[in-house]
């Protein structure tokens, strides 16, 4: 109900009069009931869960900033193409959105989260996380295993706390063991350096790679490929935007989720140019083909799309749309 409307009840019709309209046509009257207290400063609780099949999944974001369109996020468009089609999406023309979120999976008494968000590396926008997961009722110690579907800062860097310990020290830490090789590689920096990223993101990258792997190193549980973590959660072969990405597909009483993780930068423009990269993918090519594929396998069979960098709860439908695709994102629902 908006503030005028209220008002106008309540002048007009007295409040027990409004009391009894709102009853009248089936709603519960949530300003009644409920007692008033201070306005929080984050818009919600940073959680979101529901049923999956068998599994509870809850989405934990990990914060949201604006960052420079171009050419970091969109390297091979014009600036009059990228400003276009912002603008068909409501979007600003010169600066991209970029939230960051994680997924919690649950059966039984198993807790497996995928990625680890930001952490403390890029400011207070980020590194939300732990907030999310407390409001959630879930005590990192009770994860038993992180899955790092990539060597990015924004994936990894939440697996340290302030204290600089370990956030999850019961967790195995899975990753593809090709993608944690060659991040623990000179090669690696020497990539990032030589990149065309502007020189705050480079830094960041050698930073946190230098800080939080040896960190967490005993806790690695290295796998190759395509490889089953626990029932109905599968990690996936992705290369592109880094050397070995992995993605990770949730499957349950016939349904399929799919971690689509970085495949899709930004959803909306990826799924309507499949051909945009960013500046971080290591093989834009290979990224090109990777997302394609999944892009299509999602839109044929109705897997739910969780994208990294989508906004809060990050989950939508994949469309297919002429020689491409559309990104729809779900309904948001209390319960
Ligand atoms: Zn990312």
Redesign the pocket.
């Known amino acids: 109900m908006t503030e005028l409307n209220r008002r106008t009840l309540l002048t007009t019709a007295g409040l027990t009069a409004a009391a009894g309209l709102t009853a009248g046509i089936g709603l519960a009257s949530s300003d009644a009931a409920a007692t008033p207290k201070p306005a929080a400063s984050l818009q919600g609780a940073g959680f979101y869960r529901f049923r999956f099949g068998s599994k509870t999944v809850t989405v934990l974001g990990d914060g949201d900033g604006f960052l420079p369109g171009q050419p970091v996020f969109a390297a091979n468009v014009t600036q009059e193409a990228f400003a276009a089609a912002q603008k068909e999406e409501f979007q600003p023309t010169d600066r991209v959105h970029v939230p960051?979120n994680t997924l919690l999976i649950e059966e039984g008494d198993r807790k497996i989260l995928i990625d680890a968000g930001a952490g403390r590396f890029v400011g207070d926008s980020f590194g939300r996380q732990p907030i999310g997961l407390a409001n959630a009722g879930v005590d990192p110690t009770q994860i038993d295993t992180v899955i790092i579907t990539h060597g990015?800062f924004?994936?990894f860097g939440g697996l340290i706390g302030a204290d600089q310990k370990s956030r999850f020290p019961n967790a195995r830490i899975i990753w593809d063991e090709r993608e944690h090789a060659y991040w623990s590689s000179a090669q690696a920096q020497s990539d990032v350096n030589g990149s065309a990223l502007p020189q705050a993101f480079k830094d960041v990258s050698i930073s946190a790679l230098n800080t939080v792997l040896p960190k967490v190193a005993q806790q690695n549980h290295l796998v190759r490929g395509e490889t089953e973590i626990a029932p109905g959660v599968q990690l996936l072969p992705a290369p592109g935007h880094t050397p070995h990405s992995s993605v990770v597909l949730i499957e349950s009483d016939g349904k399929q989720l799919l971690y689509a993780?970085?495949t899709t930068?930004l959803p909306a423009q990826n799924a309507k140019h499949p051909e945009w990269v960013s500046l971080f993918e290591a093989d834009a090519e290979g990224l090109v083909a990777t997302r394609r594929r999944l892009l299509d396998r999602a839109a044929s069979d109705q897997v739910l799309w969780f994208a990294?960098?989508a906004s809060f709860p990050a989950l939508g439908h994949i469309r297919a749309a002429g020689k491409a695709w559309e990104y729809v994102p779900t309904t948001w629902s209390w319960a």
């Open positions: 960051m990015h924004d994936h993780s970085d930068l990294y960098h």
